[in-house]
Structure formats: structure tokens, C-alpha cells
């Protein structure tokens, strides 16, 4: 347990039954701001967390005011990604009641020294952004973003916790009595965070970035040795991003820009994840570290008095529970009692008739809340058990019904089911999907009851333009109406044409063009640049970025264009080769003195040759 100034050490309420109601059990975790026990919700026989605050926090009443106020907002969240507040109170200390999840933490993982593949970073970062998004699309902060508070249920699925409760404890007056433990906040504060500046979402997106990183590599950028020297080194600095996150690497830098106009919103970023996706093989499953000796959560569809998370939460939370618990359960036993001591002193008849066993009407609780249906029956007479089964057109953790059905007579003190929802059914996502159109994929989607999610476009070497190049899922099946993620194909990448083609054989460059994908035409010109069957110029040029598949025309080289032979006869040598030369001719033969006249020319004047046929003088 951790020491708080001012206070005694935090007891341990292992054994404790909270405002008559929640029995803790053994605790799993303890932070800064309390202890969290799993606990038995002993009205609904279900597992829970019970997160117990110190009690220092507990005597600051504006802060009780706050974390009743932040509780309340938080529970009205209803996803998926969200740890579901169930209830909250005071009993003694101020609690909060939660789903219990099985697989621990992103802390209990790193703890024991495993960190994870980019992979497998990727989509716990896509889902926390999921679950952000939601949050900030409702005006929610959550201000504490840490490995701690990213939780687990045994089938891999996150939870962000303690949301609402960074920000009570942020304006509570006794907040400097964590000044130890304040330490493992501020290292994963934003730049903002520290100034002490306003915050909205994007302080969020910059402690995630921290996160991921440290999820990859299994330390924390810009952490010194004191806590001032931790926030000096984050001010103005982006997050530095190892080489070991690969193809995050890029995306976790913009998340973890100095400035928070740089960085993108939770929605933004998870499409950034998502378009990364393609470069990474398929995560395996996360190494989940159990809280303690906590046990296993009931397989889905089980009937069993543990209940799973329900979604939305199952009652609108109270601020402390008001059933009434002891002589009022125990009258019906006392009166029976009574009755039977009375029967035997009158007669057998009379005894008969008391001891005949009362029944009741089942009540239609179709649609109610878990908890409305158990003090419901309760009330009536009988014991409850929850059983699970799938439906769809239903939510989960709505009431289906009862069994025996509603309006059936039964006897009290028997047992009767709630049927609780666990949602939709499940389908299986259909083979195939990769290789065909987004149309095509939307239409076997549908077939089977699925819709296509978030679509993001990449370039493709193997997958033809506009065809589905990869399908994102972390399990065979969905619920029926579930969304699945796509990966369509843009085709080939562009393609850059190489430096130093010009001056090379046609045969030569063409081949080389060919090998990367471009479509080769070819026309002849005259040039004086290269020589006759080498490449002049490209269309596009050399460097130019191009689709694949574009056409390429090179321009073949026929040497220079033939021109007319001026005529020399009667001029010097001299005079000659000067106007010879003017018209582009270099290569000269002289026939006779070189002081002489020229008295002959081949090719005559006026005839066509190239610049570099040789021109015979003949001289006298």
C-alpha cells in the first residue's frame, strides 16, 4: 500500500461489505489515488471492481461533490473501448463501482518486462482512439492516459479507465499529497498539461503517443530524474521516436508533437493507424498478465451468477445503495415459523393451510435494467440467476425476458432466470473478401448481416486498383450488424523514371523501362547530341513520378539531319574550310597542295549530307 502524507497507511479492506452490497475481496491494484479489490455485487451475484479512495480524499467534501458529479457524466459513456461504471458511493471512503475485467493492464504487462510487436501496438492504439474519439465527441477529457489505466478483460479486449477521475483529483485541494505518486501522471503529461495550461483532447492524443512508445520498447521518452526535470525536457520538444516502431513511427510523431495544433484527433489518428496496417503482418494475441489471483471471467453465453459487462450500463448509478437488507429479508422465514408453532397447536387442518407455499405473477420486465429486474423478483419472493443468451435487434445487457415467462403463476422462494442479453448474434466475416471490389465485399458483408467500416486506400504491387487489398479483424466473427475494416487497393505505387537513360542503346533503356512497369513507344529524330540508335530524350523526362503503366516514348537518335554542301571551287584552302565548317561540317579530306585553290568538291555544292560525312577537296 502507498503512504500518503498527512494520513495513515491505506488499510486493507479485503473482507468488507460496502454500503451492504459489495463484498471485497482481494485487491488487484493499488495507485495513487486508492485500491481497487475485486469485489461480489452481492444484490446481482456478479463479479465487479470496487476502486476504494484514500481516505484522505474521501474528508475533502468538494472533492466527494466533484468525483459524484465526474461519476455520473463518465457513466453515460456507452462504448465499448470505455470502462462501464456500474455505481459509486461513501462508505467511509468515497468508491466507484466497475466491470471487471480479467486480463489486467498495459502496466502489469510491462511490469513483467514483455513489451509488444508494433502490431499489436497499432491496434491497442486504434482502439483507444476509438474509445477517445467517443469520449471527446461528448466534451470528455480524460487527462491521465497511462499503461495503468489501459485495462484488459480476458479476450484482449481494452478498456481505458479511471476516466472523470484524473479531472476530480486534478481540483481537489488535497491533491499535494501525492506528490510521490504524482510522478507517474506527469510522466505522461503534454507539454499543455504541465504549464498548466487549458487542455482538451489532443493532451490525450500526446500522453498516447508516450504510451505506444513505451508499449514497443518498454521505456518512456523525456523522463529525468526529478519531476520538474521531466516537464523542462518535454517543453517544446516532440516525442522522439525509436527505430523499433517501424512503420508507427511516423504517425506516433505526429501524435507526439510539441504543439497541440500539430497533432490529429482521436478520429484522425486512427485512420493514420489504420492506413499503417498493410506494412505489419497480423498481431498475435497480447501477452495478458491476470490481476492477482483474481479468477477467470464466465465464458459468453454461460448461465451463471457472474455477470459480464453490460453495455449500456446496467442502472443509472446511485450514490449509495437503498435496499434495505437484514429483518426485512428474514420476516418470511420468522412468519413461517410463527406459523407452524401455531399450527401445531390447533390442529392438523390449520397446519396444512400455513404451510401451504405462497405464489406469485412473473412481471414483464422485457427491456428493463439487470438490477430493476432483480430487486423486482427479489421483492416477489424469489431467488435470481442471470442466463445469457445471443438475439438480435438487441443490445447488450438488456433484459429479454424471464424464465418461466412473464404472467406464468410460480411458486416464491423458487429460482427464477432473468435472460439477459449479450448482444446480436455473431457471424462469422466471409472468406474472400481480399482480391474483390469494395462493392462486391459491401454485398457478401450485407449477405451475412456485416456493414464495411472505415475504408482506407493504399498502393498495391499485387492488388488491382480498387479491390479490397486487406481485411482488418482481430477475430472470425462479429455481432450481426458489426463493422469491418478495409484496405482498398490504389493499384501500383507511382513510379519514378531513373537519372541516365539518355545516351543509352534503345534496347538498353526500353528494357529498363519495361522492368518497372511503364509501357515503352519509340520515334526517330535527328540529333547531334548522341549518336545514331541511342536515346535522345524521354517523354516524360528523366525523374519525373508517373502512375504505373504509363507510357514512356523515347526518342531514337538518327544522327544529325542532312543539310546542303555550300560550294567552295575557286576559294583558298583556307576560305574553304572556313565556310565548310560554318555549315556544321567538320571532317574535311584534302586532295593537292594545301596553299592551293580548290578546283573540285565531293559532294558537289548543293547536295545533301550529315555533318559528319567527309567533305574531298581537291586543290591546285
Same mark, same amino acid.
Request: with cysteine.
Given at each position: 500500500?502507498?503512504?500518503?502524507?498527512?494520513?495513515?497507511?491505506?488499510?486493507?479492506?479485503?473482507?468488507?461489505?460496502?454500503?451492504?452490497?459489495?463484498?471485497?475481496?482481494?485487491?488487484?491494484?493499488?495507485?495513487?489515488?486508492?485500491?481497487?479489490?475485486?469485489?461480489?455485487?452481492?444484490?446481482?451475484?456478479?463479479?465487479?471492481?470496487?476502486?476504494?479512495?484514500?481516505?484522505?480524499?474521501?474528508?475533502?467534501?468538494?472533492?466527494?461533490?466533484?468525483?459524484?458529479?465526474?461519476?455520473?457524466?463518465?457513466?453515460?459513456?456507452?462504448?465499448?473501448?470505455?470502462?462501464?461504471?456500474?455505481?459509486?458511493?461513501?462508505?467511509?471512503?468515497?468508491?466507484?463501482?466497475?466491470?471487471?475485467?480479467?486480463?489486467?493492464?498495459?502496466?502489469?504487462?510491462?511490469?513483467?518486462?514483455?513489451?509488444?510487436?508494433?502490431?499489436?501496438?497499432?491496434?491497442?492504439?486504434?482502439?483507444?482512439?476509438?474509445?477517445?474519439?467517443?469520449?471527446?465527441?461528448?466534451?470528455?477529457?480524460? #487527462?491521465?492516459?497511462?499503461?495503468?489505466?489501459?485495462?484488459?478483460?480476458?479476450?484482449?479486449?481494452?478498456?481505458?479507465?479511471?476516466?472523470?477521475?484524473?479531472?476530480?483529483?486534478?481540483?481537489?485541494?488535497?491533491?499535494?499529497?501525492?506528490?510521490?505518486?504524482?510522478?507517474?501522471?506527469?510522466?505522461?503529461?503534454?507539454?499543455?498539461?504541465? #504549464?498548466?495550461?487549458?487542455?482538451?483532447?489532443?493532451?490525450?492524443?500526446?500522453?498516447?503517443?508516450?504510451?505506444? !512508445?513505451?508499449?514497443?520498447?518498454?521505456?518512456?521518452?523525456?523522463?529525468?530524474?526529478?519531476?520538474?526535470?521531466?516537464?523542462?525536457?518535454?517543453?517544446?520538444?516532440?516525442?522522439?521516436?525509436?527505430?523499433?516502431?517501424?512503420?508507427?513511427?511516423?504517425?506516433?510523431?505526429?501524435?507526439?508533437?510539441?504543439?497541440?495544433?500539430?497533432?490529429?484527433?482521436?478520429?484522425?489518428?486512427?485512420?493514420?493507424?489504420?492506413?499503417?496496417?498493410?506494412?505489419?503482418?497480423?498481431?498475435?494475441?497480447?501477452?495478458?498478465?491476470?490481476?492477482?489471483?483474481?479468477?477467470?471471467?464466465?465464458?459468453?453465453?454461460?448461465?451463471?451468477?457472474?455477470?459480464?459487462?453490460?453495455?449500456?450500463?446496467?442502472?443509472?448509478?446511485?450514490?449509495?445503495?437503498?435496499?434495505?437488507?437484514?429483518?426485512?429479508?428474514?420476516?418470511?422465514?420468522?412468519?413461517?415459523?410463527?406459523?407452524?408453532?401455531?399450527?401445531?397447536?390447533?390442529?392438523?387442518?390449520?397446519?396444512?393451510?400455513?404451510?401451504?407455499?405462497?405464489?406469485?405473477?412473473?412481471?414483464?420486465?422485457?427491456?428493463?435494467?439487470?438490477?430493476?429486474?432483480?430487486?423486482?423478483?427479489?421483492?416477489?419472493?424469489?431467488?435470481?440467476?442471470?442466463?445469457?443468451?445471443?438475439?438480435?435487434?438487441? !443490445?447488450?445487457?438488456?433484459?429479454?425476458?424471464?424464465?418461466?415467462?412473464?404472467?406464468?403463476?410460480?411458486?416464491?422462494?423458487?429460482?427464477?432466470?432473468?435472460?439477459?442479453?449479450?448482444?446480436?448474434?455473431?457471424?462469422?466475416?466471409?472468406?474472400?473478401?481480399?482480391?474483390?471490389?469494395?462493392?462486391?465485399?459491401?454485398?457478401?458483408?450485407?449477405?451475412?448481416?456485416?456493414?464495411?467500416?472505415?475504408?482506407?486506400?493504399?498502393?498495391?504491387?499485387?492488388?488491382?486498383?480498387?479491390?479490397?487489398?486487406?481485411?482488418?479483424?482481430?477475430?472470425?466473427?462479429?455481432?450481426?450488424?458489426?463493422?469491418?475494416?478495409?484496405?482498398?487497393?490504389?493499384?501500383?505505387?507511382?513510379?519514378?523514371?531513373?537519372?541516365?537513360?539518355?545516351?543509352?542503346?534503345?534496347?538498353?533503356?526500353?528494357?529498363?523501362?519495361?522492368?518497372?512497369?511503364?509501357? !515503352?513507344?519509340?520515334?526517330?529524330?535527328?540529333?547531334?547530341?548522341?549518336?545514331?540508335?541511342?536515346?535522345?530524350?524521354?517523354?516524360?523526362?528523366?525523374?519525373?513520378?508517373?502512375?504505373?503503366?504509363?507510357?514512356?516514348?523515347?526518342?531514337?537518335?538518327?544522327?544529325?539531319?542532312?543539310?546542303?554542301?555550300?560550294?567552295?571551287?575557286?576559294?583558298?584552302?583556307?576560305?574553304?574550310?572556313? #565556310?565548310?565548317?560554318?555549315?556544321?561540317?567538320?571532317?574535311?579530306?584534302?586532295?593537292?597542295?594545301?596553299?592551293?585553290?580548290?578546283?573540285?568538291?565531293?559532294?558537289?555544292?548543293?547536295?545533301?549530307?550529315?555533318?559528319?560525312?567527309?567533305?574531298?577537296?581537291?586543290?591546285?
Amino acid at each position: 500500500m502507498n503512504n500518503l502524507r498527512n494520513s495513515s497507511q491505506t488499510p486493507d479492506l479485503s473482507g468488507t461489505l460496502l454500503d451492504g452490497r459489495y463484498l471485497l475481496r482481494q485487491a488487484v491494484g493499488t495507485g495513487t489515488s486508492g485500491t481497487v479489490y475485486a469485489a461480489d455485487d452481492t444484490n446481482l451475484q456478479r463479479r465487479v471492481a470496487v476502486k476504494v479512495l484514500h481516505p484522505s480524499l474521501s474528508g475533502d467534501q468538494e472533492f466527494v461533490e466533484r468525483f459524484r458529479s465526474e461519476a455520473r457524466t463518465v457513466a453515460s459513456l456507452n462504448h465499448p473501448h470505455v470502462l462501464a461504471i456500474y455505481d459509486w458511493g461513501v462508505d467511509g471512503s468515497a468508491y466507484l463501482v466497475t466491470e471487471y475485467l480479467g486480463g489486467g493492464s498495459l502496466r502489469s504487462m510491462l511490469s513483467t518486462g514483455r513489451t509488444l510487436s508494433p502490431a499489436q501496438a497499432l491496434m491497442l492504439g486504434l482502439n483507444a482512439c476509438r474509445a477517445l474519439d467517443h469520449a471527446h465527441g461528448q466534451g470528455l477529457v480524460h #487527462r491521465d492516459i497511462k499503461p495503468a489505466n489501459l485495462l484488459f478483460n480476458q479476450d484482449g479486449r481494452m478498456c481505458i479507465g479511471d476516466f472523470g477521475l484524473a479531472r476530480a483529483l486534478a481540483e481537489a485541494s488535497h491533491t499535494e499529497i501525492f506528490a510521490e505518486g504524482m510522478v507517474g501522471t506527469v510522466r505522461y503529461a503534454s507539454p499543455e498539461q504541465a #504549464r498548466g495550461q487549458m487542455l482538451d483532447g489532443r493532451s490525450d492524443i500526446y500522453a498516447l503517443a508516450l504510451v505506444l !512508445v513505451e508499449a514497443v520498447t518498454g521505456h518512456v521518452p523525456f523522463v529525468a530524474d526529478t519531476l520538474l526535470g521531466t516537464l523542462r525536457a518535454r517543453d517544446g520538444e516532440a516525442v522522439p521516436v525509436p527505430a523499433a516502431l517501424g512503420p508507427l513511427g511516423p504517425i506516433v510523431q505526429k501524435a507526439g508533437a510539441a504543439e497541440p495544433v500539430d497533432r490529429p484527433s482521436a478520429a484522425e489518428l486512427g485512420k493514420m493507424l489504420l492506413s499503417a496496417a498493410p506494412q505489419m503482418s497480423r498481431p498475435e494475441p497480447l501477452p495478458l498478465v491476470g490481476p492477482g489471483e483474481v479468477g477467470a471471467a464466465p465464458l459468453p453465453g454461460e448461465a451463471t451468477m457472474v455477470a459480464p459487462r453490460v453495455s449500456p450500463p446496467l442502472a443509472t448509478p446511485r450514490e449509495r445503495s437503498v435496499r434495505p437488507v437484514g429483518p426485512k429479508r428474514r420476516w418470511p422465514a420468522m412468519l413461517l415459523a410463527v406459523l407452524l408453532l401455531a399450527g401445531a397447536s390447533v390442529g392438523g387442518a390449520w397446519l396444512w393451510q400455513g404451510m401451504q407455499v405462497d405464489q406469485s405473477v412473473v412481471p414483464s420486465l422485457a427491456g428493463r435494467s439487470i438490477e430493476e429486474a432483480h430487486l423486482r423478483l427479489m421483492d416477489l419472493g424469489w431467488t435470481v440467476e442471470e442466463r445469457y443468451e445471443r438475439r438480435d435487434g438487441t !443490445v447488450e445487457g438488456q433484459v429479454l425476458g424471464t424464465d418461466p415467462s412473464a404472467g406464468a403463476i410460480f411458486d416464491v422462494d423458487q429460482v427464477v432466470s432473468v435472460i439477459v442479453s449479450l448482444g446480436p448474434t455473431r457471424v462469422e466475416i466471409p472468406t474472400g473478401l481480399a482480391g474483390v471490389s469494395l462493392a462486391e465485399a459491401t454485398r457478401l458483408l450485407e449477405e451475412v448481416g456485416l456493414v464495411v467500416g472505415a475504408v482506407v486506400e493504399t498502393a498495391s504491387e499485387e492488388v488491382d486498383f480498387g479491390l479490397v487489398a486487406e481485411v482488418l479483424f482481430l477475430a472470425d466473427d462479429l455481432p450481426r450488424g458489426g463493422a469491418v475494416d478495409l484496405i482498398v487497393s490504389t493499384g501500383p505505387a507511382p513510379r519514378v523514371i531513373p537519372d541516365g537513360l539518355v545516351g543509352g542503346t534503345a534496347d538498353e533503356v526500353e528494357q529498363v523501362l519495361l522492368s518497372l512497369g511503364f509501357v !515503352v513507344e519509340r520515334s526517330e529524330v535527328f540529333s547531334e547530341a548522341v549518336g545514331v540508335g541511342a536515346v535522345d530524350s524521354l517523354s516524360p523526362a528523366e525523374t519525373m513520378e508517373v502512375p504505373f503503366g504509363s507510357v514512356v516514348m523515347l526518342a531514337i537518335s538518327q544522327g544529325p539531319m542532312p543539310r546542303p554542301v555550300p560550294g567552295v571551287i575557286g576559294l583558298s584552302l583556307d576560305a574553304a574550310e572556313a #565556310r565548310l565548317q560554318a555549315a556544321g561540317f567538320r571532317v574535311i579530306a584534302v586532295d593537292g597542295p594545301l596553299a592551293g585553290e580548290v578546283i573540285g568538291q565531293n559532294p558537289m555544292a548543293d547536295e545533301e549530307a550529315v555533318p559528319t560525312d567527309t567533305i574531298e577537296l581537291i586543290t591546285r
